[in-house]
């Protein structure tokens, strides 16, 4: 995931910076509003000084807000600040965080609105295409008749492309901790995926075995969107 900073203070930057590519984001960084109204398209959530050069953040957010409502917006803003914090509020972003913050807060609540704006409208891969909040795929322009289980099976792996789930993991994100299943539940419904997507097992586009562990979604060239 892409993690657009936007602050004029380079210091603050590179601290964020740092933690940020700890946690495993990539980072794209912006000093002026310029700059960030530039870059914003790229990121998967955007951390936003209000108080920016050349374009100010109120404008930022308010565009941002119109091309990509979607988008997740963290505010930084100075401490006393608090007509600043409502009016970005207003426009729109999702949280804020007041200046001096622990770095560590801020990737905390960065990782706390991307699970809440989990459920884009629209994730695509190659010729797939789900949409997850009307619980609707497509492999080209026709829809896959899926189940409700292999509908949840296939958003689990999509979501995480590259990222290797375990049998029981499956087990316990789509049929819930409670279920007294085995693993060949989770192979049945695989092979079920696997039929209604055209997928070859041996050479999959989309669903990979890990012999030993268990499933990924395969990276590709094609990104999701």
């Known amino acids: ?48 000084d209000l108080m920016l050069p050349k374009v100010d953040g109120f404008q930022v957010a308010q565009a941002i807000r119109q091309a990509r409502p979607e988008l997740p917006l963290l505010l930084l803003t100075a401490r ?15 949280d804020y965080v007041v200046k001096p913050f622990s770095p560590r807060e801020v990737v905390a609540r960065v990782k706390a609105l991307l699970r809440r704006a989990g459920l884009k409208e629209e994730l695509r891969y190659g010729p797939l295409r789900l949409l997850p909040k009307k619980r609707e795929a497509y492999l080209g322009e026709e829809p896959l008749p899926l189940s409700r289980l292999e509908f949840d099976l296939l958003l689990t792996l999509a979501q995480h492309p590259g990222v290797v789930f375990s049998r029981e993991r499956l087990l316990e994100k789509v049929w819930g901790p409670d279920f007294p299943g085995v693993d060949r539940v989770v192979d049945v419904h695989i092979a079920a995926l696997r039929r209604k997507l055209g997928d070859d097992a041996e050479n999959p586009r989309f669903i990979e075995t890990v012999r030993g562990v268990g499933y990924r979604f395969r990276e590709g060239d094609a990104p999701f969107s």
């Not at 980072?27 to 790229?42: H, I, R, T």
């Open 80 to 94: 006393g600040e608090e007509e600043d914090r409502v009016r970005g509020l207003e426009l729109g972003a999702d």
């Open 1 to 48: 995931m892409k993690v657009l900073l936007v602050d004029d203070d380079p210091a603050i930057l590179e601290v964020l910076e740092g933690y940020l590519k700890g946690a495993g984001f990539q980072v794209l960084k912006a000093e002026d509003g310029a700059e960030a109204l530039a870059l914003f398209p790229q990121a998967d959530l955007v951390v936003l």
